[in-house]
């Protein structure tokens, strides 16, 4: 899988939002939810993305499935430069590219039974198959998931969220996408339920050679699904690194107290001891520092740190992190 050509290459993505003045009269500025962002995705590949609220983790994914315009860099998905692409462009990608949401309830239809939901993107990208064949086609992927042909004229309300996530699986699987994007599709479940539905989406992955970026809160459950995993920090990488290198050694300070902060890692003793939460104050999004965005927070920053953004440096047993101090972190 190292040296097969990726099927997602994003370079020097960036996504900006416009912010109004606190008044009328002030100048609008501009929030740098995604700055700078690079990384490679390959078929049957998983890559966990983590971070704190606001690391701008939803808006990459609005943004890889045109949801959201891109300001700057690219993104190539399976040789095509899709960045600019307009709705009419995208409309054929969406039979390659597919989303699964956070909020299970919210992202269905509350008008339409099962059926019409899991059917739609079928109906709409692949026109030409018969009625008969598209049902045949819902029962079988319904049953895939853990439902089954009784649940067809159903509606959303009448399910829980871990069967309504399923049903949002299943409308995004129909179509034998490469890549599918989860935001958050287990942070508002309950931990059982969280764990159907990861191992859910493993055997659906080896079963379809599916590249998945999994965006989530939850450090356990990133460990459990990913490849690699990508740490964002107020829209920035501080971190990559295949899973087991990335939670055995972490090398960014910012990594270390994501790490600290969650009691389900296996953290040595040591470690344990050595741990330090994160002090500070977030910099405003809409202005940040020049130097290191993480400076205001990190217990090893300095002077340097403040004025000069650190460049993303290759450490020699793979991992890339943006730290001036990396042999020390």
């Not at 590219?97 to 509350?110: E, G, K, R």
């Not at 939901?117 to 998931?145: C, Q």
């Not at 995993?229 to 090398?251: C, H, K, N, T, W």
Request: proline share 7%; hydrophobic share 40%; charged share 25%.
């Amino acid at each position: 899988m190292e040296n097969a050509k990726p099927l997602l290459e994003v370079r020097r993505l960036g996504v900006q939002y416009p912010v109004r003045g606190r008044w009328p009269w002030s100048a609008r500025g501009r929030l740098r939810a995604v700055d700078e962002l690079n990384f490679n995705l390959r078929a049957g590949e998983t890559l966990g993305i983590v971070g704190e609220s606001g690391s701008g983790k939803s808006t990459l994914a609005r943004a890889l499935v045109g949801m959201q315009t891109v300001d700057a860099g690219a993104v190539t998905f399976d040789g095509r430069n899709i960045t600019k692409l307009d709705k009419k462009s995208w409309r054929p990608l969406r039979r390659d590219i597919q989303i699964v949401f956070q909020d299970p309830l919210a992202s269905l239809n509350p008008r339409m039974t099962v059926g019409r939901i899991v059917g739609e993107p079928l109906k709409t990208l692949y026109p030409e198959i018969s009625t008969a064949d598209r049902e045949g086609k819902v029962v079988a992927m319904l049953e895939r998931v853990g439902l089954s042909r009784l649940h067809l004229n159903r509606y959303p309300h009448e399910f829980s969220g871990g069967q309504c996530q399923r049903i949002g699986i299943a409308r995004a699987l129909i179509v034998q996408p490469k890549l599918l994007i989860c935001d958050e599709p287990v942070s508002a479940l309950d931990v059982s339920v969280q764990a159907q539905i990861i191992n859910l989406l493993k055997d659906l992955q080896r079963e379809y050679g599916l590249a998945l970026i999994f965006i989530a809160h939850d450090l356990a459950v990133v460990r459990h699904i990913s490849h690699r995993v990508l740490v964002m920090y107020m829209g920035r990488m501080m971190e990559q690194a295949d899973r087991e290198i990335l939670f055995a050694s972490p090398s960014h300070p910012y990594t270390k107290a994501l790490l600290a902060s969650a009691p389900s890692t296996d953290l040595s003793p040591e470690d344990q001891r050595d741990r330090q939460m994160l002090e500070g104050e977030i910099p405003s999004p809409t202005n940040p520092p020049p130097g290191c965005v993480f400076a205001t927070r990190c217990p090893m920053a300095d002077e340097h740190c403040s004025r000069q953004a650190p460049h993303v440096r290759l450490l020699a047993n793979g991992t890339a992190a943006a730290c001036h101090y990396l042999g020390s972190a």
